[in-house]
């Protein structure tokens, strides 16, 4: 069983950056796609970005585009999230997770982290 466990948020004001860091275990991420989602409070968990195995095509929801970054080392087994110029309406529990068929949909993903909190202020 794969168990993702992720670390890497806090607070920041806007303008500011953080790394996430997603990091797995009881198993290797290498032939699994790799996602990023968040949930703020109130509303439903959305995709932010997903790198395919072998670190190909990664793809960001428009919101994030130019400034989140993700990449994933499969050395360390660990997939990251580089986030840049944040925004206040980026405050949210971030979650990783790893799928066969991983794509912009959560159900395409079998293993989840637990979440970490990023809260950016204005």
Not at 15 to 37: D, E, H, M, P, V
Request: glycine content about 14%; some cysteine; overall charge neutral.
């Amino acid at each position: 069983q794969v168990t993702m466990v992720e670390s890497g948020g806090g607070t920041v004001q806007a303008g500011g950056s953080l790394r996430l860091s997603c990091a797995a275990s009881g198993g290797t991420l290498t032939w699994y796609n790799l996602g990023w989602f968040r949930q703020a409070p109130g509303k439903e968990r959305e995709f932010v970005a997903h790198i395919r195995w072998g670190g190909f095509n990664p793809y960001y929801v428009a919101a994030v585009k130019g400034r989140f970054t993700i990449s994933r080392d499969d050395a360390e087994n660990t997939v990251y999230l580089q986030m840049s110029s944040l925004k206040p309406e980026d405050t949210a529990v971030y979650y990783c997770a790893a799928g066969r068929l991983g794509g912009v949909a959560a159900n395409q993903y079998e293993h989840w982290g637990q979440g970490t909190q990023v809260t950016v202020s204005s």
